[in-house]
Nanobody, 124 residues
Framework: QVQLVETGGGWVQAGGSLRLSCAASGGSFGRYVMGWFRQAPGKEREFVAAIASSGGWTYYSDSVKVRFTISRDNAKNTVYLQMNSLKPEDTAVYYC?????????????????WGQGTQVTVSS
């Protein structure tokens, strides 16, 4: 069983930056593909980015490609999401998720473990 805790959310003006962190415990972090998802009010949870267990590949949604960067430090059991050039439409609760396996996956149902989420608010 893996426990995930996100931190780093907050309020920022459009064009600004934030870095989210997700600390994992209770499992073999280096075995999991890690992903970030987000959910805005009244909308379904959507995929943002994912990274291979070794960090060998990364995968992004079209809406955040170029602006966001996912990375991980397996020695610290932590995955990060660097968010630059933030837009009001990036406002959402951001969730960290983990899945076993080696393939790129972007569906909510493909992930086994979830954090509680952290709020990101971008003002115009």
């Amino acid at each position: 069983q893996v426990q995930l805790v996100e931190t780093g959310g907050g309020w920022v003006q459009a064009g600004g930056s934030l870095r989210l962190s997700c600390a994992a415990s209770g499992g073999s972090f280096g075995r999991y593909v890690m992903g970030w998802f987000r959910q805005a009010p009244g909308k379904e949870r959507e995929f943002v980015a994912a990274i291979a267990s070794s960090g060998g590949w990364t995968y992004y949604s079209d809406s955040v490609k170029v602006r966001f960067t996912i990375s991980r430090d397996n020695a610290k059991n932590t995955v990060y999401l660097q968010m630059n050039s933030l837009k009001p439409e990036d406002t959402a609760v951001y969730y960290c998720a983990a899945r076993s396996g080696i393939y790129q996956r972007a569906r909510v149902e493909d992930y086994d473990y979830w954090g509680q989420g952290t709020q990101v608010t971008v003002s115009s």
